[in-house]
């Protein structure tokens, strides 16, 4: 188990180190550089440059990044509560996938807490569950050290924070694959066959694509919808929100293609 932890983490602090090149904001940096660097030799350096802060401003607006997201949004519309209604509890189960943890948070005994978008999908899963009646099972691990995964967080705030027990605790992966590849491991036990899945809507097709590949039947349950909310004059200025989801979509763009070139999960 620890020589799979050690390579999960350093595949897992690679990917992202990746991620931090390719993806706004690293992306353009290097661009910039680039054309800053090659300016007086290059025409063209000139304009890689303009470029780069043009492409780099252009994703820092929230009316960009509504219109990156709304195609995942019209693909996944949010759930009819009176479907996941009609599920066997004893068949079926909510299961909630972890989106990162804050460390060095000293308020808490732990020193460390869910992250917001962490939390969100905890809310949602809790509400969901007590609506439809289905079990629930949460899952994500530490991959950035700590001392409690993300699936042990979500429980316990879904358990002294909402009253709600929790069947299932997948507290070893690292990222969607394991997700999907470890509950299902550990449903196949229970013959439990179908899964309502609880993630940003932006993350929803790769998440079920990796779940259906693990042999588990997906009730989509997207959440943290945005791109129909009415615009204010602030989405047309820069800020930070409309860099981080320009930077979330476009993370799934990437992380999909490498699904289907790789074949990551199942023929996909």
């Known amino acids: ?38 300016g007086r030799k290059h025409c063209w350096a000139h304009w890689l440059a303009v470029g780069s802060l043009v492409a780099f401003l252009l994703l820092t607006l929230n009316v960009v990044g509504y219109a990156l997201v709304r195609p995942f949004e019209d693909r996944w519309p949010p759930l009819d509560v009176q479907i996941a209604k009609g599920l066997a509890p004893e068949q079926a189960m909510i299961v909630v996938l972890g989106a990162g943890r804050t460390l060095g948070a000293l308020e808490y005994a732990e020193r460390e807490t869910l992250a917001a978008p962490s939390i969100r999908r905890t809310i949602y899963a809790a509400q969901l569950s007590a609506k439809a009646g289905l079990p629930l099972a949460v899952s994500g691990g530490k991959p950035n050290g700590g001392m409690h995964g993300e699936a042990v967080l979500m429980k316990n705030l879904l358990e002294t924070g909402f009253g709600q027990r929790v069947a299932l605790v997948e507290d070893a992966s690292f990222d969607t694959r394991q997700n999907a590849l470890y509950t299902a ?84």
């Open 1 to 38: 188990m620890g020589v799979r932890i050690d390579i999960d983490t350093l595949v897992w602090s690679t990917t992202n180190l990746i991620a931090a090149l390719i993806l706004p904001p690293g992306v353009f940096f290097l661009l910039l550089a680039a054309g800053l660097l090659w």
């Open 185 to 268: 491991k550990a449903l196949a036990g229970r013959n439990i066959r179908t899964v309502v899945l609880v993630t940003d809507v932006f993350h929803m097709s790769r998440a079920a694509l990796a779940f259906e590949a693990a042999g588990l039947k997906v009730v989509p349950a997207p959440m943290h919808f945005r791109a129909s909310a009415p615009l204010r004059l602030t989405d047309f200025l820069p800020s930070v929100e409309g860099l981080e989801l320009s930077r979330q979509v476009l993370r799934e763009w990437v992380a999909m293609l490498w699904y289907r070139v790789t074949g990551a999960v199942g023929g996909a």
